[in-house]
């Protein structure tokens, strides 16, 4: 920001590179710029509305909450929103973004009338709850038809989108491009809507090409078969859409659902004989331009590589293997393979290495054996996502080094987070990363430098060799090796924690010495350090990083597919600590718990930002805001100039002497008045300041002010005391010399001085002497402040000790006073007196060190910290600030001192050597402040009577009333007391259950916001709870989580109305806290069929068991005349579905069921089992599709003899009731995703051996269901057969001699086979 604030560049380069690089500034320098530097861009707020606020078509610039809200907030109309009307709607323009849902509600409808036609008002930014909110105004106060404003779309019912209604007084327009925007906010029943209302002209080239730039997503929901037959206009849409548009149209088409991709392939990529042309499948020409060689294809078949499957892949030249692999793996929009193509590719290869090893007339007896047989570039095409599918038995025990070598760089290469898919667990990365350190200091001659570091990768957490390295080196590997945020987001156990953490803090150095670079730097990494480390950060340097690091951050913000157990994906944390459960030792923290206290730490950081933002009350004008600056900034300088000017007494003494020679002779009676009314007015000023000194009474009369003059003289004052006299002297001298020579008409000659001298003499004192005694004494002091701060600074540098972290030593104190106050004798009890004179201290060191006069007030701590509060707001210097906290650090020191006499406390008790404790014991403290405490006083168990700041409000501060007065606070609710008033003056981050959590603080955290607690909540107030529960309906929660926070929540929304339901608009955005609102309170939910739009959103987020699910269902058929469902409702409902009973089922259409049928599949059901098994069989029997396409239908629709079970998706196994009805060979076949969807009932009641092996085997790499499975078959056998054992992972030998059955039929081996599977041999 400084950088920026030249002088000789114009206002229009200022206000260029402020819209270029403003929204990355830190809150505080976008508050400079705009009431210092750039105050004149208020002029330009249009260009800042354009470029920052409504742009447009998705391109959103990235502005952070707080940034935006500061920007908009200072365009507000300066009056209460309730009274606003056209106009000030008018001028808001689309800074309304910032404003909240209830502030818009407080807007009179009337307000509202021309908002239809100021397109300036709407932009991508406004909330699904703030266009609810408009919507209704607009309707409200319409009074005639009204043309609806495109951005309003998303509020309209989906009865009205489908031409079921008409719209009454709203005109809406039928323009496809303007609907197709909008549906990216709506809900799943205005999307079936929607595109029933659009039909057979979604295909159109014009609308597919609307479509592909603002919505590739709606193709999402269409079926397979109309996907495919209208293919070639799809490739006309992309061409037509042009080479710039391309790049974030491959990216979205990619995310396509994979039947969709997969037919595209099936529809281009396969010849008449069913073989398959890899040169298609990768779009080979001779350009290297991918876009004309795209462009140029029939089939642009390379867009849909992601949608392989496993009968493509078997049709894969095994000569061309290598080269789709590397393709395809550049081609996957989640970094993760699918369970189905990774075991079908690992098959693929094994293939491919076999056909190696065979044109070499060589006859492999191991998996380890195959691996060898990889050269480099087949490691690099395969990478490391499929090698670690080998599992960690196979991967360690490569006998040719070389192989190994590579494979480990590979893998090491990968994000950590593949661990978490694969057939590894935690024991078998530290066995790899151990193997890996060892190969790379082989190959560096025992040598541990940075090379050696860098190339560990992800390995490098799991390291549990010791690192004998320098600080700087560990600093330069982690800034290299974990560059990426999915890096960065490590998942170890505690243990592994603790060690990353002692490794960061060893290369970084403390972290109260860190930068804001250090904290991006680090990230998520931060989760390794423990809640101490984290809060000795200094808090500017979190404010300044925080909107990066919540940005960035990935626990609570990816979410991971393919994760075992689990259908749906999952957030990071929760699929990080599933992966450690092996790992994870009975009362060990959890990677959780770690996250949440750092997340709590993010939030933390929040009030730090979120405390420079407007309140309710409108933010003075930025030109007051800047003189005022200016004005201190003026007054500041002219004191610190006034200590150094050499001629103020000597033309104060001149002066005197040319007034003493002119009074018999040449002066009138009036103008020797005025001179002596001068003289007597700076005298008294003098004199009262003199008599705080010394600790007496102000003086009127010469004789008294003699007296204080010889008691000056006479007394051995600290220095402090000197500097204060000297500076109050010298103003009054500049002040006296001034107004002297202006009654005298003297010029600078006469008094000695040049015209430079002369006319800065007279701008440096005080002039305004008709002001009271006590605010012309308070502002000597403002002024002095500052010289108190330098002063209090210049000590401390000089007088510390090292390495003394003084507010645990104070705190340890405080916890041995605890224990033993009851044993102190009466005299020792004294210890609360103590405990109040250094809270007096503190108080009247830092008013006065923030220029008030303490000498005149009678505060509570509370009082203090406010007017601390108000003085931080209004400008303080560095010195100020710093000064704050080390009067803090005398109170704490002066503490420990007298508390360790008192209780006789030696160096052993404080943990301290007795050298450090002497140094302590020695220190002096709060020169600069005792000078004040004679004539003030502090009473810390009482409120004042009175505002504390009377007056102007800048510089007189007084209190009118007397301090109530209170019983004695017991010793335990002192020291309380006592520790959170330290903790609020020092420059700390505040500890979260010391800060009421704000709307703006979880809009400023984003996703870290998740992982409040229920105290936090509790906390809040209800109205920001209510401006803010769109924002907590969009956090992503575990099941716990939502469990935790949704009892304070409901309180704080619905307060205690025992009768409230939520509206439609609120429950739609309710959105991720709709199945915990459901599962306890369905009450509060309108699940009528009139509330389709909102009913729909809770069944596609919905993640509740079938049981739960049954009621909900109910409701909302009870609430029709007859139980059958539209197919807008089977296409809408989602997982609702999952609830119906077979009657439920059994009354649908069937026509209407088959029709929805790519809906109904893509809710992923849990059905109640054999309860509704005969009524789904019925209804989607013979339902034609592949898997893929029928999801977890295909149980019910088609003979799943004929199914290829290495294509089972994890909603279809998770709904088989009975295993034993399948073969062998294809519970062998089945993925190991799916797999871990299998029941451990199932596997209890499967008595089959052989089927219990071939789950096995399709189970691997699930550590739960394989020890079932072990002990089921142990159960069967009656013994535990050899070679069959425990799976374990031991360091592994140079060479190996383990067997593997590469057979893929089952035989008599199968005992074999599943000792190897059971070691982690991935078959």
């Given amino acids: 920001a400084e950088s920026l604030a030249l002088e000789e560049i114009s206002d229009q380069e200022v206000s260029n590179l402020f819209f270029s690089v403003g929204n990355k500034l830190d809150i505080t320098q976008i508050d400079k710029f705009y009431t210092e530097t750039f105050a004149h861009l208020y002029s330009h707020r249009h260009e800042v509305e354009e470029l920052w606020i409504q742009q447009g078509d998705n391109r959103l610039v990235d502005v952070s909450w707080p940034v935006l809200k500061y920007i908009s907030a200072l365009h507000w109309a300066q009056l209460p929103t309730s009274t606003w009307g056209q106009k000030e709607l008018l001028d808001l323009g689309a800074f309304g973004v910032a404003l909240t849902r209830h502030q818009l509600a407080q807007i009179p409808a009337t307000a509202f009338r021309s908002v239809s036609t100021m397109q300036n008002f709407f932009s991508d930014r406004l909330t699904l709850g703030q266009l609810y909110v408009i919507f209704d105004k607009i309707n409200e106060g319409a009074t005639e038809s009204f043309t609806l404003p495109t951005h309003l779309y998303p509020c309209l019912h989906s009865s009205l989108l489908n031409g079921a209604e008409t719209a009454d007084k709203m005109r809406i327009s039928t323009s496809v491009v303007d609907f197709v925007k909008a549906s990216n906010k709506f809900t799943p029943a205005q999307v079936a809507a929607y595109l029933d209302h659009l039909g057979a002209d979604l295909w159109s080239l014009d609308n597919l090409a609307q479509v592909l730039q603002y919505n590739p997503s709606l193709l999402g929901y269409v079926d397979t078969e109309d996907f495919v037959s209208h293919l070639e206009d799809l490739l006309k849409a992309i061409w037509n859409s042009g080479r710039d548009k391309f790049p974030q149209i491959l990216i979205e088409l990619r995310n396509l659902p994979r039947r969709l991709l997969h037919a595209w392939l099936l529809q281009t990529v396969i010849d008449e004989d069913g073989n398959l042309l890899v040169d298609v499948l990768l779009d080979k020409s001779e350009s290297s331009d991918y876009y004309e060689r795209i462009s140029s294809s029939s089939s642009a078949a390379s867009i849909a590589l992601p949608g392989l499957c496993c009968d493509l892949i078997d049709k894969i030249p095994v000569d061309r293997l290598m080269e789709v692999l590397s393709v395809y793996r550049a081609t996957l929009p989640g970094e993760v393979i699918p369970s189905n193509a990774r075991m079908c590719f690992v098959s693929a290869i094994r293939q491919y290495l076999r056909t190696k090893a ?100 992800s390995f490098l957490p799991y390291l549990e060799s010791r690192l004998s390295v320098s600080s700087s080196m560990v600093k330069d590997v982690i800034t290299s090796v974990f560059t990426d945020p999915l890096q960065k987001a490590v998942c170890l156990c505690q243990e592994q924690r603790k060690k990353l953490g002692d490794l960061i803090l060893k290369g970084f150095g403390e972290p109260d010495k860190w930068g804001s670079d250090d904290l991006v730097q680090l990230g998520d990494l931060l989760v390794t350090l423990d809640e101490s480390d984290l809060f000795k950060v200094k808090p500017e340097v979190l404010r300044k990083a925080l909107p990066t690091l919540v940005k960035t951050s990935v626990y609570s913000r990816v979410k991971l597919a393919e994760v075992r157990g689990y ?199 005080f002039h305004n002497l008709d002001l009271s005694p006590e605010i012309l004494k308070a502002r000597f002091l403002s002024r002095f402040g500052h010289a108190v701060a330098s002063s209090v600074l210049s000590r401390r540098k000089r007088e510390t000790v090292e390495d003394v972290d ?57 009082n203090v910290l406010k007017t601390i509060e108000d003085k931080k707001k209004a400008g303080l210097t560095q010195d100020q600030e710093d000064g704050i906290v080390l009067i803090a650090r005398d109170a704490q020191i002066r503490l420990v001192q007298e508390l360790s006499d008192l209780m006789s406390l030696t160096a052993g008790d404080l943990g301290l050597d007795q050298d450090t404790f002497d140094n302590i014991k020695a220190l002096e403290t709060f020169k600069e402040t005792e000078l004040f405490m004679s004539t003030a006083v502090y009473d810390f168990t009482a409120t004042p009577t009175a505002n504390p700041l009377a007056g102007d409000g800048q510089t007189g501060v007084t209190v009118t009333g007397p301090a109530e007065t209170s019983t004695e606070p017991s010793i335990d609710v002192l020291i309380d007391k006592e520790g959170k008033f330290f903790h609020s003056l020092f420059n700390e981050i505040p500890k979260l259950s010391d800060v009421k959590v704000t709307c703006d603080m979880i809009r400023t955290c984003g996703s870290s916001a998740s992982m409040l607690n229920q105290a936090d909540l509790h906390a809040m107030d209800a109205q920001e709870v209510k401006d803010c529960m769109e924002d907590f309906g969009m956090l992503e929660y575990s099941m716990e989580k939502a469990e935790e926070l949704w009892p304070e929540l409901k309180a704080k929304l619905l307060g205690d109305d025992s009768s409230a339901q939520f509206s439609p608009g609120d429950t739609v955005l309710l959105h991720n806290l709709l199945t915990v609102v459901a599962r306890h309170d369905l009450d509060l939910l309108d699940m009528t069929a009139a509330n389709i739009d909102a009913v729909s959103v809770l069944g596609r987020v919905s993640n509740l068991s079938p049981a739960e699910m049954a009621p909900v269902m109910v409701r909302y058929l ?76 295909t149980l019910y629709a088609v003979d799943m003899a004929q199914v290829d079970f290495r294509e089972l998706s994890s909603d279809i196994t998770q709904n088989m009731l009975d295993v034993s009805q399948y073969s062998a060979d294809s519970l062998m076949s089945m993925n190991p995703q799916a797999a871990s969807m299998v029941s451990v009932e199932l596997v209890g009641q499967l008595d089959d051996t052989d089927k219990l092996t071939a789950l096995a085997a399709s189970t691997g790499e699930d550590p739960v269901l394989r020890r079932e499975l072990t002990a089921r078959l142990v159960d069967l056998l009656g013994q535990f057969p050899p070679p069959l054992h425990p799976p374990t992972t031991t360091t592994p030998p140079e060479t190996t001699t383990k067997d593997d059955n590469s057979s893929s039929t089952l035989s008599a081996v199968l005992i074999l086979v599943l000792a190897a599977v059971l070691t982690n041999f991935y078959l």
């Fill in 358 to 457: 065979a044109s070499v007339s060589l006859q492999v007896t191991s998996e380890v054996e195959l691996l060898s047989f990889l050269s480099s570039s087949d490691i690099r095409a395969v990478g490391g996502e499929l090698l670690l599918s080998w599992g960690g038995d196979v991967l360690a025990n490569i006998p040719h080094p070389e192989v190994s070598y590579e494979i480990l760089i590979k893998i090491g290469e990968e994000y950590p987070h593949l661990f978490f898919h694969n057939g590894v667990l935690p024991a078998d990365v530290k066995v790899l990363a151990e193997q890996f350190f060892k190969l790379l200091k082989r190959k560096n001659k025992g040598v541990v430098d940075m090379g050696v570091l860098k190339k560990l990768g």
């Fill in 567 to 765: 259908v749906d994906p999952q957030l990071y944390y929760v699929a990080c600590d599933k992966w450690l459960e092996t790992d994870t030792e009975h009362g060990e923290e959890k990677l959780s718990t770690a996250w949440e206290r750092l997340a709590r730490w993010y939030i933390s950081g929040a009030s730090l930002i979120t405390s420079s933002l407007p309140t309710s009350t409108p933010r003075p004008r930025l030109e007051e805001a800047r003189k005022k600056r200016e004005a201190a900034e003026e007054q500041l300088t002219a004191s610190q100039e006034l200590m150094q000017l050499p001629y103020v007494e000597s033309s104060y003494r001149k002066v005197i002497e040319i007034l003493t020679e002119q009074i018999p002779t040449k002066l009138s009676s009036e103008k020797i008045d005025s001179s002596l009314k001068i003289l007597k007015k700076n005298r008294q000023i003098l004199s009262d300041i003199a008599a705080s000194v010394i600790g007496v009474s102000s003086v009127k009369s010469a004789e008294s002010v003699d007296k204080i003059v010889s008691q000056i003289q006479n007394s051995q004052l600290p220095e402090s005391h000197k500097q204060l006299l000297r500076y109050v002297s010298l103003v009054t001298q500049a002040n006296i010399v001034t107004e002297l020579s202006r009654i005298f008409s003297l010029t600078a000659h006469d008094v000695g001085l040049t015209d430079e001298e002369f006319a800065r003499l007279q701008v440096l004192g």
């Fill in 806 to 862: 003084f507010m645990k030593l104070h705190d340890k104190v405080m916890e041995l006073l605890m224990e033993k106050f009851k044993d102190l004798t009466p005299a020792q009890q004294e210890s609360s007196k103590k405990i109040t004179n250094s809270q007096e201290l503190i108080g009247n060191g830092t008013l006065s060190l923030l220029g008030l006069d303490p000498t005149t007030m009678r505060l509570s701590e509370a």
């Fill in 1118 to 1193: 009870e609430s029709k005349e007859t139980k059958v469902l539209s197919e807008l409702e089977l296409k809408s409902l989602g997982r609702l579905l999952c609830g119906m009973t077979e009657h439920d089922w059994d009354t649908q259409n069937k026509d209407k069921l088959v029709s929805a049928a790519t809906s109904i599949a893509m809710a992923q059901c849990k059905v109640p089992g054999s309860e509704v098994e005969g009524a789904l069989k019925i209804m989607f029997s013979g339902l034609e599709g592949r898997v893929g396409d029928l999801g977890w239908l």
